[in-house]
């Protein structure tokens, strides 16, 4: 995937490290002051803050996959995990979700006790169940009925497939599938999202549609959101900050201060997909 997208921008390497060098950082500071208050204008944050300190994960008494760890992602914000395979990217997330217990340090969740949810690669559908009682599987149990269907059509309506309750999963295609799977993690209302490469086995086109929805409802709703991603170009559309994960650690801290909507294409983008791609596949940041 990292070599399919850096042939992607091969005509415009050479210019990257030139302009981001001439960038100052009062530039730099105020573009992301810009971003901040578009964000703040947009939308109210619901979102839930996270502190890692001293994170750290081994499995069998082996090398730590996770390794001392600090990171803060403030409530609402975007923000995207790069790095080759193996590096860390996904134990973080589980770490982050309650769903890993660390080998040392802590991980402080902030802001209240909304729900942590998270869409995974593939849709992980029951086969069994129509497209609305998939998405209700998002709710915990209890409460009547009537109001679990009744908040699960309208994440159905929210992902834009309210006319597919009724059906099985079987009978959709790969993106809708993955549009119910969206639709079950939003049902209940989360504070924090993952989303751990959910648009990896899309066409081309439907991965750009998707990416254009999770947007459009992260800035409706204001959750906090974590995007796992091979995918540099993505990661550059989509996120507010990006984190370079390599051997556990983070290797680079990178704040995407391009004002919303982006603009594929975008010159800007260009160049820090260009950074973040020289440091993954060159060692350079």
Known sequence: MIASTLRRFDGFAPAFPTRL???TRENQVSRENQVSREIARD???TGLGITLRGLSKSFDRGAPVIDGLDLHIPAGQFVAVVGRSGCGKSTLLRLILGLETPSAGR???EGGDAPRRIMFQEPRLLPWARVLDN?????SR???AAERRARAAAALAEVGLAEKAGQWPATLSGGQRQRVALARALVSGPGLLALDEPLGALDALTR???QAMIERIWRAQGFTALLVTHDVAEAVALADRILVVEAGRIALDVPVTVPRP?????PDLAA???RILDHLLDGRA
């Open 262 to 266: 982006r603009r594929r294409g975008d």
């Open 21 to 23: 060098r001439r960038e």
């Open 107 to 109: 991980v402080a969740v």
């Open 43 to 45: 939308r109210s944050t």
């Open 208 to 210: 750009i549609d998707m």
């Open 135 to 139: 998405v209700a599987v998002g709710l």
């Open 272 to 274: 820090l997909e260009g």
């Open 142 to 144: 209890g409460g009547p």
